[in-house]
């Protein structure tokens, strides 16, 4: 199906927050899983934000680096994973929506530089073998440095920014950089400030690919796991996401037709063992 990186830029302007949305929104058939992996190099938010503490630190990246060095890279990725699928009584698989949580502590970044890679090829291989959708959230700084080869063998890049004056000029440098490490960035636009959608293209010379809406109470649901307003799931937030979500799953097919025209039929990427 599809691995797509969300990059952000300074200023907070949602990556993980607009990440798990659309990890729990995500239109999923039969079978199919979606796996949001939060790899920030300045570590992740979920555990301690919509998770709350509840889990410790037992789950995660950090993990994956002690089981490369034991060379018990197999499996171990798999046991990493929380889920966080929806028990609404709705048909769908269990242990369908799954997280894998970023590091606590951004030291812990350092002891990474192997493992990028090879979870940039894990990736390509989940999404090759089993059609899972992969979403990868790069935070502020995760499209560049030793972390950069995962926005590099993604299906799509997608920066996430507010249409406000601030977050649009710290957002142009970066999004220029990837533009041209990358190719085909899109945007998805948090719409909290005055500049359209046009706009926002104009300014960073790369198209929207969808807009969110700037709504603090139902994303504090997702950034800090508060309480759950009613009807949550049929909020302008989660309806805007999983509008977005069809949009980046057709641009990262696109994308992919473009490089390789077999891949829209065969899957492409390396393929590795997973289950």
């Known amino acids: 199906m599809a691995v797509i990186a969300l990059a952000g830029c300074s200023g907070a302007p949602g990556?993980?927050?607009?990440?798990?949305?659309?990890?729990?929104?995500?239109?999923?058939?039969?079978?199919?899983?979606?796996?949001?992996?939060?790899?920030?190099?300045?570590?992740?938010?979920?555990?301690?934000?919509?998770?709350?503490?509840?889990?410790?630190?037992?789950?995660?990246?950090?993990?994956?680096?002690?089981?490369?060095?034991?060379?018990?890279?197999?499996?171990?990725?798999?046991?990493q994973l929380i889920d966080l699928s929806s028990?609404?009584?709705?048909?769908?698989?269990?242990?369908?929506?799954?997280?894998?949580?970023?590091?606590?502590?951004p030291a812990q970044a350092a002891s990474l530089v192997s493992v990028w890679k090879a979870l940039a090829v894990a990736f390509r291989g989940i999404d090759a073998s089993q059609g899972h959708d992969i979403l990868i959230d790069l935070g502020r700084t995760g499209a560049f440095g030793p972390s950069a080869v995962l926005a590099e063998q993604a299906d799509a890049v997608v920066v996430v920014v507010r249409n406000t004056l601030r977050s649009l000029q710290s957002a142009q440098a970066r999004v220029a950089v990837l533009e041209k490490r990358v190719g085909d960035v899109g945007l998805i636009v948090i719409n909290e400030g005055p500049y359209p959608a046009g706009e926002?293209?104009?300014?960073?010379?790369?198209?929207?690919?969808?807009?969110?809406?700037?709504?603090?109470?139902?994303?504090?649901?997702?950034?800090?796991?508060?309480?759950?307003?009613?009807?949550?799931?049929?909020?302008?937030?989660?309806?805007?996401?999983?509008?977005?979500?069809?949009?980046?799953?057709?641009?990262?097919?696109?994308?992919?037709?473009?490089?390789?025209?077999?891949?829209?039929?065969?899957?492409?990427?390396?393929?590795?063992?997973?289950r």
């Open 15 to 79: 990556v993980t927050t607009s990440a798990l949305a659309l990890l729990l929104s995500w239109p999923l058939e039969q079978g199919r899983k979606m796996i949001l992996a939060e790899c920030d190099p300045d570590g992740g938010a979920v555990l301690h934000g919509l998770l709350q503490g509840t889990l410790g630190d037992r789950y995660g990246l950090r993990n994956l680096s002690v089981a490369a060095r034991k060379g018990e890279s197999g499996d171990a990725f798999w046991r």
């Open 87 to 105: 028990d609404d009584g709705k048909q769908e698989s269990p242990r369908d929506r799954l997280l894998l949580p970023g590091i606590t502590d």
């Open 200 to 274: 926002v293209q104009r300014v960073l010379q790369v198209p929207v690919v969808a807009t969110l809406p700037y709504a603090p109470k139902d994303a504090q649901v997702l950034s800090d796991g508060a309480d759950q307003p009613r009807h949550f799931t049929k909020s302008a937030l989660m309806k805007a996401s999983r509008t977005c979500s069809a949009l980046l799953v057709q641009r990262a097919a696109a994308r992919r037709a473009r490089l390789d025209p077999r891949a829209a039929f065969v899957g492409g990427g390396e393929v590795t063992r997973a």
